[in-house]
């Protein structure tokens, strides 16, 4: 099975900064990966689709992009509202199995 | 715009099975599309349970294929999860979801009910 790896868990950060988060894949999935923000006691949302389109809506601040195994969630500017936990989920081995990374929290500094 | 909502017993006993509904609304499970279950236990990070197609065909988390059975009602307009011989380690907030039309798996999801498994 695919194995995700976000990285870091949890990072401290202030408005106004550039935040970065990494996801790792345990095999090459071409670019099935999914980019969700999760606000405590909701469900996750949709930020990026395919590792680099960003979903309707969602601020040009949120930015997707790698291939194969490395990918890369960046927010260009965190906002109040941007403080939640992300999770990167892959789909290529879907509808036989999905696979989500472990989340990264992001705290305020 | 499609819209799912979870019901079932919000506690169960070890060892008993959970059961939980989603109810659809805004869309028709027999035109299509793929809906499923993913769970999250308190405090930690998400887990994909399975899926089931309009037809009827499934796929399950191997980890849960065991106790697991997902079944679709189009009459109703909904889809069951059942889990069999359920522990402490399953209590968490499941949510229902469905793909969405670009092919998101979990493109929609409704808003999770917490089920406590406890004697």
């Known amino acids: 099975a695919i194995q995700l790896t976000q990285s870091p868990s949890s990072l401290s950060a202030s408005v106004g900064d550039r935040v970065t988060i990494t996801c790792r894949a345990s095999q090459g999935i071409s670019s099935a990966l999914v980019w969700y923000q999760q606000k405590p006691g909701k469900a996750p949302t949709i930020l990026i689709y395919?590792?680099?389109t960003l979903e309707s809506g969602v601020p040009s601040r949120f930015s997707g992009s790698g291939y194969g195994t490395d990918f890369t969630l960046t927010i260009s500017g965190l906002q109040p509202e941007d403080f939640a936990t992300y999770y990167c989920?892959?789909?290529?081995?879907?509808?036989?199995?999905?696979?989500f990374g472990g989340g990264t929290k992001v705290e305020i500094k | 715009q499609v819209h799912l909502q979870e019901s079932g017993p919000g506690l169960v006993k070890p060892s008993e099975t959970l059961s939980l509904t989603c109810t659809v609304s805004g869309y028709s499970i027999s035109n299509g599309f793929y809906w499923g279950w993913i769970r999250q236990s308190p405090g930690k990070g998400l887990e994909w349970i399975g899926i089931?197609?309009?037809?009827?065909?499934?796929y399950y988390n191997p980890s849960l294929e065991s106790r697991l059975t997902i079944s679709v009602d189009t009459s109703k307009n909904q889809f069951s999860l059942k889990l069999r011989s359920v522990t402490a380690a399953d209590t968490a907030v499941y949510y229902c979801?469905?793909?969405?039309?670009?092919?998101?798996?979990?493109?929609?999801w409704g808003q999770g009910t917490l089920v406590t498994v406890s004697s």
């Open positions: 089931i197609y309009h037809s009827g065909s499934t």
């Open positions: 989920q892959q789909f290529k081995s879907y509808p036989q199995m999905l696979t």
């Open positions: 395919d590792a680099s």
């Open positions: 979801t469905r793909e969405s039309r670009l092919g998101i798996p979990s493109g929609y």
